[in-house]
């Protein structure tokens, strides 16, 4: 969960995955959209890797990004758990 975290709290890793939520794209078509060089790219696709929040796919000598949707499926349930009340422990006069 931490490496999830990490991966979210850099803008240019939302979005990455912001631009991956439209479909699957090339390592190009993504460093096509982004004024960065591509060994700073490529951390950024390590650090989502890591987090299992992309899958790579190589396609040739391409390689394809998509997103992990199970990942932020899991993500968003411990999220809600984590703030969501224990039914069994409120105060049943409020």
């Keep these: 969960m931490n490496d999830v975290f990490k991966a979210l709290a850099d803008p240019t890793r939302r979005e990455i995955l912001r631009a991956l939520k ?5 390592a190009g078509e993504l460093a096509a959209l982004f004024p ?3 060994s700073t790219l490529s951390g950024h ?3 989502l890797k890591a987090a299992d929040l992309v899958i790579t796919e190589k396609r040739g000598t391409t ?3 998509r997103l992990h949707t199970t990942v932020f499926e899991d993500v968003l349930a411990s999220l809600l758990h984590l703030f969501s009340r224990d039914p069994t422990t409120e105060d049943p006069q409020t």
């Design 45 to 47: 696709f390590n650090v």
């Design 63 to 65: 390689v394809i990004y």
């Design 22 to 26: 439209q479909g699957e794209k090339s």
């Design 36 to 38: 960065l060089n591509k």
